[in-house]
C-alpha cells in the first residue's frame, strides 16, 4: 500500500529478494507515479489507456510485483485487504499517521486479524512527534533535517541531492526492518510495527556530519561543493572539455598527483608540504591543479592516471553512466520484456552474492494486471464475484 518512491523503493527490494509483492493501487489512477512522464515508454501493444506510455518515473521502482487495482473507502475493499492481510508476512503502507484507522487498516486493527503480521509505515516525519502530521517529501525533508544546507557549491545557495536520496535511504533502512522483523519472528511467532520515517532516516544518514556536530557543539562548515572540508585537493576539476575528479588525499597521494601533472615541485612547496598547509592555502592549490588540468582532456588525463593508485574519476553524465563498461560488466542494467511496451531496460538489483542471484523476475506491471489473479488464487474468489467487483468499481 505504498506509491512515489520510498515504499516501492523499499518493496522493490524486498521482491529482487524473492518476495511475492502485491501491489495495492487505486483502481483508475494507480500510483501517482504512473503520470510522472515525459518520459514514458509508449505502449505498443495497440489497447488505448488513460496514460501515453508507463512512466520511466514507474517503471524505476516497481518491478517483481503484481497490481491489485483496489478502492478501499468501501465495505467489499476493506474486506478484501482483511483477508489479504490474513495471507501475508508484511503490509507496507506510506499514509499520513492515523489515516488509515477510518478503513479499519490501522495497525491495531490488522495485528487482531493476524498478529504475526509485519506492519511496516514510512511517513515523513514519523508517528510521534509534533511533526507527524505534516506531510513529508523528500525536499522538504532535506531542507529541514540538514542535508540541503550542507550541499551546494561553497558560496551558492543551498541545493536538494540529484536524486531523492532521502527517500531512497528510508526504503533502504525499512526493507532492513522488514528483514528484521521477519527474523525475530522467527523466534516468537509475533509480527510488529515499524515506523520508518523520512526525517529520522535523513539525521541518520548525516552520518559524521552529525557526529562532528555532536561532539564539537559548533555550526557545521556549510556548502563544500565537491570539495572535502579537510582534505585538499580533493575535488572535481575542469579539464579542457568536461570534468575529472582527482584525490590526493594524504601526502603520499599528493605527491603522485604532483608528479603525474609533471609539476614535481609543488611536493617540496612550503606552502603544501601537509595537509593541513594544502587546506589552509586551499584556494591557491585548488586553482594551481586546475590550471594544469584544463591544458588537456579529460581522456587525456584518465589515461595519465591510469594504474597510479590515486584515486581519481571522470564525471559522468547519466547517459555516460548507463553505457560506462564498468556498469555493463557488473552487469547493472538489464533489458526485460513488457508486454505492452516491449523491450525495455531497467537498472539491476546492486548486490551479488555467491550463491544466490537476485534478479528481475517480471516488468513493472500495468494498473489492475494481476487483480483477477491475486483475488482468485490468494482470495479462492470465483469469476462471478471478481466480475462484480469489477463492476461496482472495487477493483480494477
Known sequence: ??????GPY??????????????IEHPTRGDDTRSWGPPDAPYTDGVER??????AYYLSVNRNKKSLGLSFNNPSGISILH?????????????LPGSLTKYHLDYATLNKLNPSLIYASVTGYGQTGPYSARAGYDVMVEAEMGLMHITGERDGPPVK????????????????GVLAALYSRRDTGLGQWIDASLSDCQVASLANIASSGLISGKPDSGR???AHASVVPYRAYATRDTNIAVGGCNDKLYGILCRLLDRPEWITDARFVTNALRVANRDTLDRMVEDRLKTETTEYWLGVFEGSGMPYAAVNDIQGTLNHEHVLARGMIE???HKAVGKIKLVNHPVKYSRVEPKIRSPPPLLGEHSSEVLGEVLGLGEEEIKDLKGEGTIA
Open 335 to 337: 533489458e526485460v520484456e
Open 161 to 176: 541531492v540529484g536524486v531523492a536520496v532521502t527517500d531512497l535511504t528510508t526504503g533502504m533502512y525499512t526493507a532492513i
Open 224 to 226: 563544500w561543493g565537491t
Open 83 to 95: 483477508k489479504l492481510v490474513q495471507k501475508c508476512d508484511v503490509l507496507v503502507e506510506n499514509y
Open 10 to 23: 523499499c518493496t522493490q527490494i524486498l521482491g529482487d529478494l524473492g518476495a511475492e509483492i502485491i501491489k
Open 1 to 6: 500500500m505504498t506509491r512515489v518512491l520510498a
Open 50 to 55: 488513460q496514460f501515453p506510455g508507463e512512466s
